[in-house]
């Protein structure tokens, strides 16, 4: 048996009966469905389960969700975010987390309203394990047919519609939960009445990822430029020194030039300005 840890997501379930916002609409949030299957597949092979929110209230009551169900522990990494965080983001956060709390197994729900297949595989990733997504079956009694294999874990996962493989892994991996596992089971009432005296860690965001903040949660790294002011996109900024017309000669290239004037000034209306300046372009062979 194993130490494992599930993340529950929040996630908007139905739309609440408009009585005060003036024709905006406004959701529910419970937990994300998905990761209460990852959590049915965690407690049929775990010994030990602790689930995970990230986020503000919304996540810690998804956590709370969780532990009705029957996990044994829960952590909120809490932070007050301006909107959904990225997949990138919520996966480095949550392979901290597992850094700290050292399980052999991560049971995410493959599904996600915003975040997907992304967190599994970044979280694998940050933390060097292995990862696979799509599975329905886990060990030697939920796989079809006989296998034998030297590997930690026997995993059945979903390539393709009505194609299953069969995939031999060692802890400590990331598994991606199919919705297809299990039905997600309800908590009995010794869990939902533990669940109401349990206490939720929370954790900080800054001290899990120092660094990370409500607005990178949500937009990724920020990018910083050094611009000049008035600065032109292949001539550099501009000269600071001379007349007028001595700063456009050094703008179009022609700095050893003496002249005072750019152009010859047409002292006329402009409809006859206009009709030298074509007769002028004209004899130029311009037009």
């Keep these: 048996m194993m130490n494992a840890i599930v993340p529950i997501r929040p996630a908007p379930h139905k739309v609440l009966p408009d009585t005060e916002s003036e ?31 990230i986020g503000d209230e919304r996540a810690k009551d998804a956590v709370k969700a969780g532990l009705r169900a029957g996990a044994d522990e829960a952590i909120h990494v809490e932070y007050d975010p301006i909107e959904d965080p990225i997949g990138e983001k ?29 967190v599994i595989t970044t979280t694998a990733a940050d933390l060097g394990w292995r990862s696979t997504t799509g599975v329905t079956g886990i060990g030697t009694e939920d796989v079809d047919g006989h296998y034998e294999s030297d590997h930690d874990l026997l995993v059945q996962r979903r390539v393709a519609l009505g194609e299953q493989e069969i995939v031999g892994l060692n802890t400590p991996v990331v598994l991606g939960i199919d919705s297809g596992f299990a039905n997600p089971s309800r908590g009995s009432m010794d869990s939902v009445l533990a669940a109401q005296r349990a206490s939720i860690r929370t954790l900080p965001l800054d001290e899990i990822v120092p660094g990370e903040s409500r607005f990178s949660m949500s937009i990724g790294s920020l990018s910083v430029r050094d611009i000049h002011a008035y600065e032109r996109v292949g001539h550099g900024a501009p000269p600071r020194h001379g007349s007028v017309e001595q700063r456009i000669h050094q703008i179009m290239g022609d700095t050893d030039s003496d002249e005072q004037t750019a152009g010859e000034i047409i002292d006329d209306s402009p409809e006859h300005a206009i009709d030298q300046v074509v007769s002028y372009l004209e004899a130029n062979e311009v037009l």
């Design 90 to 118: 919520y996966g480095t956060v949550l392979g901290k987390v597992i850094e700290q709390e050292e399980p052999e197994t991560v049971f995410i729900g493959d599904e996600a309203p915003t975040m997907d297949i992304e």
């Design 23 to 53: 024709g905006v609409q406004t959701r529910r949030w419970l937990a994300n469905k998905t990761d209460l299957v990852a959590l049915e597949a965690a407690q049929q092979h775990a010994e030990h389960v602790t689930v995970l929110g």
